[in-house]
Antibody
Framework: QVHLQESGPGLLKPSETLSLTCAVSGYSISRGYYWGWIRQSPGKGLEWIGSIHESGDTEYNPSLKSRVIISVDTSKNQFSLTVKSVTAADTAVYYCARAEVADFDSWGQGTLVTVSS | EVVLTQSPGTLSLSPGERATLSCRASQSFHSRSVAWYRQKPGQAPRLLIYAASNRATGIPDRFSGSGSGTDFTLTISRLEPEDFAVYFC?????????FGQGTKVEIK
């Protein structure tokens, strides 16, 4: 059974860079599927940030594309999210998840990221 | 982007009753690329339905999905205690993938 676990700092200051990692166990990323990041905030609900395929192909939400990079490290069986120049609007619970297409069938428990000066 | 509007916002029902949740899209998109999720407090969403009407692995048959075009429905035939939660629809037929704002199913 696949298990996903997010990790990264929970508190950032405005203009800093957010970096999160999702460690995957029970399934090899290199076997396929899409691996995505979704965030959830009281104000904006659930928001898809972007996804990456094991091949390295990426797709991003245009609303965040200029600030976001998603990468994969198959040797460590993990993938990562980078969001540049964060503001208070980036405060949310961040989830990593797996999808066959973009229907996310396995999720991490989520990690709260707060942006505050 | 495709905006998904879920209704009602809150559904007050008793255990054993039938729940019908609606999800309407602002524009049509590819095929029946709609998923439904259940989210309990403090937990991540859990996939219930994909491709509009297919139950995900381990999901009981009291959950069913239907619809096409711009109108989709999730039906829970008999509510169990664990079903009182928030439900989200999602479309993945037209990028960017988007989610509805959620329907809360609460105990009456």
């Amino acid at each position: 059974q696949v298990h996903l676990q997010e990790s990264g700092p929970g508190l950032l200051k405005p203009s800093e860079t957010l970096s999160l990692t999702c460690a995957v166990s029970g399934y090899s990323i290199s076997r396929g599927y899409y691996w995505g990041w979704i965030r959830q905030s009281p104000g904006k609900g659930l928001e898809w940030i972007g996804s990456i395929h094991e091949s390295g192909d990426t797709e991003y939400n245009p609303s965040l594309k200029s600030r976001v990079i998603i990468s994969v490290d198959t040797s460590k069986n993990q993938f990562s999210l980078t969001v540049k120049s964060v503001t208070a609007a980036d405060t949310a619970v961040y989830y990593c998840a797996r999808a066959e297409v973009a229907d996310f069938d396995s999720w991490g428990q989520g990690t709260l990221v707060t942006v505050s000066s | 982007e495709v905006v998904l509007t879920q209704s009602p916002g809150t559904l007050s029902l008793s255990p054993g009753e039938r729940a019908t949740l609606s999800c309407r899209a602002s524009q049509s998109f590819h095929s029946r690329s709609v998923a439904w999720y259940r989210q309990k407090p403090g937990q991540a969403p859990r996939l219930l339905i994909y491709a509009a009407s297919n139950r995900a692995t381990g999901i009981p048959d009291r959950f069913s999905g239907s619809g096409s075009g711009t109108d989709f429905t999730l039906t829970i035939s008999r509510l169990e205690p664990e079903d009182f939660a928030v439900y989200f629809c999602q479309q993945y037929g037209r990028s960017p993938w988007t989610f509805g704002q959620g329907t809360k199913v609460e105990i009456k």
